[in-house]
């Protein structure tokens, strides 16, 4: 790669990250940066793929920032495959984070249709929407979340659906997510696996009933005595959606920068108080007691429990809050197809072996620990069978948690995603 197809790249990342607005992007890349990006990446800078710094246009490519109360239908950008053809051969290639699938499905799919399965990682999905845009990787399929669809339709980096394919979403999946408010009809994607954020702790070593506090958000603020054995998540949102919880406020897709520096304001306030770890290793860590207490996603307090736990550990020291409806967020992740793939029918049917009932609970109980929305998947089951104890039930989703009334991190314009990068990087340089 030349030396400008670099620079043009590397501009395009920091816009992608939110660290450069639109304008700027555009002045740094002059017209032979614009070139060297392709075809497949200007729609996700162009002038009218996000909103300027008037507010001009509400997302990418005009589409509005879509919200539980407010779905979206995308725009379709080409037709859906015709129904009936045979699956193509070869190499399927999947784009996803490190250790999120079992390689257990891959290679039943690959049985199943006679083809070999190829998987590339990603560290984030700024890096994975980055390297797809930018034509870095080329997969079939990849993982995708929810407020980045938008960005990705708008780039017309990913391809519209035939339902006819995928006969499971409509067979096992929640009704909730056949048609979710970011993808109205499921046009673009399927469902894979929902969590909730709340707070991990264990029991044995964290004196206060976390559930009977008048604030549990506040434990952070008040855990002095566990200094060295706390921890927030290394994730922008989310990190920043806690300060604001204490707060008591629940607007985490907002873009005032008062809102927003008011919740950077209260983590720095923790710092002193209990020396917070920043990481995501809190499946580990409460597992062997190297953490205490831990804002913690719900998938990873069941992965504690099934695949960390120190052997002869009560699982019943693993403890889970999470406010419930409008009062935590809650997420759903997603599989997409890639618009240039040329394996679109294998594509569909990998789509449905992910949702096939026993391959997504196999995923799930075997290795993933993150739920299916499965409609068979459910707290009482999974307790009596020894799977999880019942102090976890609450990590366990019903599909109410992602009705109109659920808060979720959703797509933002650059400007307000800037705000939020670096109020997080504040933060993260803090501690």
């Not at 054995?229 to 204490?246: N, T």
């Not at 409806?325 to 049917?349: E, I």
């Amino acid at each position: 790669m030349k030396k400008s197809d670099v620079e043009a790249h590397g501009i395009l990342s920091e816009f992608t990250l939110g660290r450069l607005s639109r304008r700027q992007a555009l002045r740094a890349l002059g017209l032979g940066g614009v070139a060297a990006l392709g075809a497949a990446a200007w729609p996700l800078i162009g002038p009218t793929a996000f909103a300027d710094e008037a507010g001009k246009k509400p997302g990418p490519g005009g589409i509005p920032l879509a919200r539980p109360k407010m779905p979206v239908k995308l725009p379709l950008h080409g037709d859906p495959i015709k129904a009936g053809l045979k699956p193509e051969s070869g190499t399927f290639k999947i784009y996803n984070y490190q250790d999120y699938l079992d390689q257990k499905v891959m290679d039943s799919f690959a049985k199943k249709y006679n083809v070999k399965v190829e998987l590339t990682t990603f560290d984030s999905m700024d890096q994975a929407v980055t390297r797809m845009a930018t034509g870095q990787v080329k997969p079939d399929s990849t993982n995708l979340t929810p407020d980045r669809m938008s960005q990705m339709v708008a780039g017309k980096l990913i391809r519209p659906l035939n339902h006819d394919y995928i006969p499971n979403l409509k067979a096992n999946i929640w009704p909730s997510l056949q048609s979710p408010y970011y993808d109205v009809e499921a046009q673009y994607s399927v469902p894979y696996v929902v969590y909730t954020t709340g707070i991990g702790w264990r029991s044995d070593k964290i004196a206060e009933d976390v559930h009977k506090l008048d604030n549990p958000w506040s434990i952070f603020w008040n855990a002095q005595k566990y200094t060295g054995y706390v921890g927030v998540l290394d994730d922008s949102r989310e990190a920043l959606a806690l300060g604001m919880f204490y707060k008591g406020k629940y607007d985490i897709n907002t873009e005032d920068p008062a809102d927003i520096n008011e919740a950077l304001a209260a983590l720095e306030a923790m710092v002193p108080i209990c020396h917070p770890k920043i990481d995501i290793k809190e499946y580990q860590q409460l597992g062997d007691a190297t953490s205490w207490l831990h804002q913690s996603w719900s998938g990873d307090l069941i992965s504690c429990a099934i695949n960390y736990l120190a052997k002869g550990t009560d699982p019943n020291v693993l403890q889970f809050w999470a406010g419930g409806v409008g009062k935590s967020p809650v997420q759903n992740d997603t599989w997409v197809l890639l618009a240039h793939s040329q394996k679109p029918v294998l594509g569909h049917l990998w789509l449905n072996h992910l949702l096939d009932e026993q391959v997504a609970y196999d995923n799930f109980v075997g290795f993933t620990a993150y739920q299916p929305p499965q409609n068979k998947i459910n707290a009482d089951d999974l307790i009596k069978s020894g799977t999880i104890p019942e102090t976890l039930r609450t990590a366990i989703l019903t599909p109410e948690a992602l009705g109109p009334d659920s808060i979720q991190h959703g797509a933002m314009t650059p400007a307000g995603l800037k705000l939020w990068q670096n109020a997080y990087a504040k933060f993260n340089s803090g501690t």
